[in-house]
Structure formats: structure tokens, C-alpha cells
């Protein structure tokens, strides 16, 4: 009985679909772990009033609960630490973050359970979020409009005003005084290659001093429109009496926004989760990427994955096409076939090395030379940016979409080439008309698995264009629009620089996993794309099969 069913094949069967479910289970509990521990960063949670009571030291202790841990009290009185009269084994410790950095030594901080002699969640205990300095947690003592003492009520509405106000600043910066600094370093670049080519009359001086003296003056205008904007955001202020019983009083101009939790219902708590996703999408990172949002790193990340898709599908196609359909059947084709499936295995890293030496400094540096020589010594293209990123990871997954093309033109009957030259048709006609749509499935495929391979690497990308701040974004609104040259941030590195360069490891570890989640929606973002349009050419040329 036992050996006819071996002879079945059904045992194979449920191996296989017990190998799938396993996987299946693996892949959904980590996306399940990462979502839970990333999308709770953002919901609203309680504060926290502890009254505490260390030896002969009393005092109070206000933030929000972030984790807690069993320790074996016996490790605790080992390391000296007076427990009191508690008899347990292990005594839960409370990781509480305090926020207030300016005026505390450490803005998380370890409570024991022994230490705490009365918790409570006091009504009217604000979180303000700031630009700077992160949290402040306190009570709203009064709030001061232009010197004087108005409703607290009001809080909001001068909060509202002073972002809007510094939202004007920024774009005012970032968008006229940027564009007239960008065109007068252009200018300098201009004047600068006109006298290496001794092509500098008296006549173009002047024109360059004519314009110059224009934005200049433009320039002038923009500076005192933006004082008057930072003039107007040091009018209000609002004094907070924190966890040490002092008032302290903080500009709102320094206040992003503030939020009551404990008053909040779970509603009004929904709608603030919400609200602090979106702000995490779209904000800039703030206090050295603990702090903010990561829409430059979300958008870097996507035009990098863009550009290479768009380097690397016709080279892929274009070789897969001549060693399936033009490269003799001998040893030199093998060789080059093994090549590059070997390549598929080499360490990423590695190709960034080369990145960084052939694409950075050679072509980079040759470019330089030949077409930005009034820039140097300060490089143009020979410093690691976008484009070469770009290279390096089309490289990198050349041998995926190669492989793929070509069995997906293997799968072509040969019978539909004949016919079409028999008909009259000539071979490249029959690869345009024929092959490359039937096999244009197999070529999405190839671009899927290389979307989601770039996409997810970091190792290559820190030597050839990723930093950890980029001051603008590749595309903008200057001439000629898309800045391939400039360096960009990365959802993947933003990862390993929160997560492992950051100055408060507690503060960022919430942030890892909300932005490694964030990376895994872009990656099956870009993914659905693919296979929708992957589908679509599928079901588009199906009749040609027949």
C-alpha cells in the first residue's frame, strides 16, 4: 500500500505544496512583522506621567512607553542595584522616551517597575513636534501672540500659520534665490569656457556684467521678501511647563505641529495615523534622518530603478537576441553563455568597485575633460552620481534579463521564423514583427526580477551615487531639468544609515522598519506595474502563437 502510493507521486505533491505554504507563511509573517513594527510608529500613543522614586531621589518623568523587558532581578542586585523588598524573579523594565533633548541628559531612557511609584495619563499633556531637537512633552502653560497672552485655544492656528509661513520660506529658497544662484554659477561656467577658448571679447564682459547686475538685483528683492517671511515667524511663542516643573518657552516657529493623545478617541487617533503616514511619504528627514520624512529617498530610489530599467532592457535584449539567433551554435557561444550566467553570481559590491573606477573615474573623468573643462578641477560627471548608479546596477542585472529574453525565444516554434521568410519576409522583419512581440512576456519577466534586485541594493550604489543627505532632488526646475550627474538619497541605504549610523539608535529603530516596509511597497509597486503590463503584451500578441 505504502509503495504504491510512493509510486503515485503524491507524496512529491504534498512536498511541494508543503514547501509552498512554508514559504508562502515565511514571506506574509515577515511583511506582517515589519508592518506591525513600522506602521505603529506612527499612531498616537498615551503619555506617560511616571512618578518615580531612585534611592533618595524623587522626580517626575513624562513621554511615551516604546518598549519592555523582563530582567532577571538576581543580575540586577549583582550589578548593585537596590530592588527594595521585591521577592520576584524578574522585574519588568520600561524603555521611555522623554523627548525635551536641550534639557535632559538622554531623551530615552530604562525605568524599572521597583521604581515606579504611581503611572497615570493626565489630560491636557501635549507631544510638540519640532524641527529641531525632537519631541517636547509638557503641559501648555499660555501661548504668546506678537508679546501678548492669548486662548490657548488658538495654539493650532499659530502653528498652522507659522508652517505655511516657513513652507514660503523653503519654496522661496529652494525655488527663485535657488534658480538665480544656479544661473549665475552657469554664467561663471560660461565665461569661464569662453576665455579657455580665447573667445572672451570686451563685448560678451559686458553682456555677462549686464546680467549678473540684473539677478543680482533680483536676487536682492528674493533676500528681503524671505527676511520679512523669518521675521514674521518669530512672533509667536508658546511656554510649556515640562516634566522638571519649569516653564520653558519655544518659539512656534520651531513647532511643526502638536497633538493631545491622552485626550484623543480612537477615531481622532485613526485620522492622526493617517496624517503622520502621509507626512512620512512626503516630508524631508530631519535631525540626521531620526526625525521627518523620506520623499527624497522614495523619489531617488524610483528614477534610479526608472533609469536603469530604461539602460539596461535593450542592451539585454539587443545580446539576447544575437546569441539566440545570430551567434554560431559553437564553443565560443557556450563560453559566452556560462559567462553570463556567472556573472548573475558575482558579489554586488564588486560591481560597484567597478562602477566607481570605470564608469566615476574613467568615463566620468574623460567626459570632464572633454566637455566640462571651464568646471574642472571640480568635477561635472566624474563624481559618483544618479547615471552611474543607474550603469552599475543595469549591469548588474544585464545577465537576468539576457536569460530570460532568451528562453522566452526559445519557446518560439521555429516554424513561425520559416514561415515568415518563406512568405518574404527578412530576418530582421521577422525579429521586429515576430519574435520580439512574442517574446516580450519573457522580457517583462527578465525586467521584473531586475526591478526587484536594483531596487533592494545598497553595496554598489555607496560607492557610485547614493548619500546620506542630498541638497536637491536629480530633477528640478532648472535647465536642462533632469540633473543625471547629481547624487540622490535611497530607501535602502536610508535603511542601513538610520538603522546603524545614527546617533540615537533607540529614536531610529522604529524608523528602520517603517522605511523597510515603505521599500518593500515601492518594490511591489513597481512589480504590479510590470506584470499588468507584462500580461497586457501577453494576451496582446497570443494570436500570433496560432
Known amino acids: 500500500m505504502m509503495k504504491d502510493w510512493f509510486k503515485s507521486g503524491s507524496p512529491w505533491i504534498w512536498m511541494t505544496a508543503g514547501a509552498v505554504s512554508i514559504?508562502?507563511?515565511?514571506?506574509?509573517?515577515?511583511?506582517?512583522?515589519?508592518?506591525?513594527?513600522?506602521?505603529?510608529?506612527?499612531?498616537?500613543?498615551?503619555?506617560?506621567?511616571?512618578?518615580?522614586?531612585?534611592?533618595?531621589?524623587?522626580?517626575?518623568?513624562?513621554?511615551?512607553?516604546?518598549?519592555?523587558?523582563?530582567?532577571?532581578?538576581?543580575?540586577?542586585?549583582?550589578?548593585?542595584?537596590?530592588?527594595?523588598?521585591?521577592?520576584?524573579?524578574?522585574?519588568?523594565?520600561?524603555?521611555?522616551?522623554?523627548?525635551?533633548?536641550?534639557?535632559?541628559?538622554?531623551?530615552?531612557?530604562?525605568?524599572?517597575?521597583?521604581?515606579i511609584k504611581k503611572t497615570d495619563t493626565p489630560s491636557g499633556l501635549g507631544v510638540f513636534e519640532r524641527s529641531r531637537n525632537g519631541n517636547f512633552y509638557g503641559y501648555v502653560d499660555k501661548v504668546i501672540?506678537?508679546?501678548?497672552?492669548?486662548?490657548?485655544?488658538?495654539?493650532?492656528?499659530?502653528?498652522?500659520?507659522?508652517?505655511?509661513?516657513?513652507?514660503?520660506?523653503?519654496?522661496?529658497?529652494?525655488?527663485?534665490?535657488?534658480?538665480?544662484?544656479?544661473?549665475?554659477?552657469?554664467?561663471?561656467?560660461?565665461?569661464?569656457?569662453?576665455?579657455?577658448?580665447?573667445?572672451?571679447?570686451?563685448?560678451?564682459?559686458?553682456?555677462?556684467?549686464?546680467?549678473?547686475?540684473?539677478?543680482?538685483?533680483?536676487?536682492?528683492?528674493?533676500?528681503?521678501?524671505?527676511f520679512q517671511l523669518r521675521k514674521a515667524l518669530d512672533r509667536d511663542e508658546v511656554v510649556v511647563k515640562d516634566m522638571r516643573g519649569e516653564l520653558v518657552t519655544l518659539r512656534i516657529a520651531e513647532v511643526l505641529d502638536v497633538h493631545f493623545p491622552n485626550d484623543m478617541s480612537a477615531l481622532e487617533k485613526l485620522g492622526r495615523f493617517f496624517v503622520q503616514l502621509g507626512r512620512f511619504v512626503t516630508d524631508d528627514p530631519r535631525e540626521a534622518n531620526t526625525e521627518g520624512g523620506v520623499f527624497p529617498a522614495i523619489f531617488g530610489t524610483v528614477f534610479m530603478v526608472m533609469l536603469m530599467a530604461v539602460i539596461v532592457t535593450p542592451f539585454g535584449v539587443v545580446a539576447a537576441i544575437y546569441l539566440h539567433e545570430y551567434a554560431a551554435k559553437n564553443t565560443v557561444t557556450k563560453v559566452i553563455r556560462i559567462a553570463v550566467i556567472n556573472l548573475a553570481g558575482v558579489p554586488s559590491i564588486v560591481y560597484g568597485v567597478f562602477g566607481l573606477g570605470f564608469f566615476v573615474y574613467m568615463l566620468g573623468g574623460s567626459i570632464d575633460e572633454l566637455f566640462y573643462p571651464e568646471a574642472l578641477p571640480n568635477p561635472t560627471f566624474g563624481t559618483p552620481g544618479v547615471i552611474w548608479s543607474a550603469l552599475t546596477l543595469a549591469i548588474l542585472t544585464l545577465p537576468v534579463v539576457i536569460v530570460s529574453t532568451e528562453e522566452g525565444m526559445s519557446r518560439i516554434p521555429s516554424s513561425l521564423r520559416q514561415g515568415?521568410?518563406?512568405?518574404?519576409?527578412?530576418?530582421?522583419?521577422?525579429?521586429?514583427?515576430?519574435?520580439?512581440?512574442?517574446?516580450?512576456?519573457?522580457?517583462?519577466?527578465?525586467?521584473?526580477?531586475?526591478?526587484a534586485r536594483a531596487a533592494g541594493e545598497v553595496a554598489p550604489l555607496m560607492l557610485v551615487g547614493v548619500v546620506k543627505m542630498a541638497p536637491t532632488l536629480p530633477i528640478d526646475g532648472n535647465f536642462p531639468f533632469v540633473h543625471v550627474d547629481r547624487k540622490f538619497m535611497h530607501l535602502g541605504f536610508h535603511i542601513y544609515d538610520v538603522g546603524f549610523q545614527s546617533p540615537n539608535v533607540e529614536a531610529a529603530r522604529p524608523l528602520v522598519y517603517a522605511t523597510a516596509f515603505l521599500l518593500v511597497t515601492v518594490i511591489v509597486a513597481l512589480n504590479i506595474t510590470a506584470i499588468g503590463i507584462r500580461n497586457h503584451l501577453r494576451e496582446k500578441y497570443k494570436s500570433l502563437e496560432h
Open 420 to 451: 515568415s521568410l518563406a512568405l518574404g519576409a527578412t530576418k530582421a522583419e521577422t525579429l521586429w514583427r515576430i519574435i520580439i512581440p512574442m517574446a516580450s512576456p519573457a522580457i517583462m519577466t527578465g525586467l521584473i526580477l531586475a526591478v
Open 23 to 115: 514559504s508562502l507563511i515565511s514571506v506574509i509573517g515577515l511583511l506582517v512583522m515589519i508592518a506591525a513594527r513600522g506602521l505603529g510608529f506612527f499612531w498616537p500613543a498615551d503619555v506617560y506621567e511616571f512618578d518615580v522614586q531612585q534611592a533618595d531621589k524623587k522626580q517626575v518623568i513624562i513621554g511615551e512607553i516604546y518598549d519592555r523587558e523582563q530582567v532577571p532581578a538576581k543580575r540586577l542586585k549583582n550589578m548593585g542595584i537596590d530592588l527594595g523588598d521585591f521577592q520576584g524573579e524578574t522585574v519588568e523594565r520600561i524603555l521611555i522616551k522623554t523627548g525635551n533633548r536641550e534639557f535632559v541628559e538622554l531623551d530615552f531612557r530604562w525605568l524599572l517597575q521597583t521604581d
Open 145 to 226: 501672540l506678537d508679546g501678548q497672552p492669548v486662548d490657548s485655544a488658538r495654539l493650532e492656528e499659530l502653528i498652522e500659520r507659522a508652517v505655511e509661513i516657513s513652507e514660503q520660506a523653503v519654496d522661496l529658497q529652494n525655488g527663485e534665490i535657488g534658480s538665480i544662484n544656479y544661473r549665475l554659477e552657469k554664467m561663471r561656467l560660461e565665461e569661464r569656457a569662453l576665455e579657455l577658448k580665447d573667445k572672451l571679447t570686451d563685448e560678451r564682459i559686458a553682456e555677462f556684467e549686464q546680467e549678473r547686475k540684473e539677478l543680482k538685483q533680483a536676487y536682492q528683492g528674493f533676500e528681503n521678501e524671505l
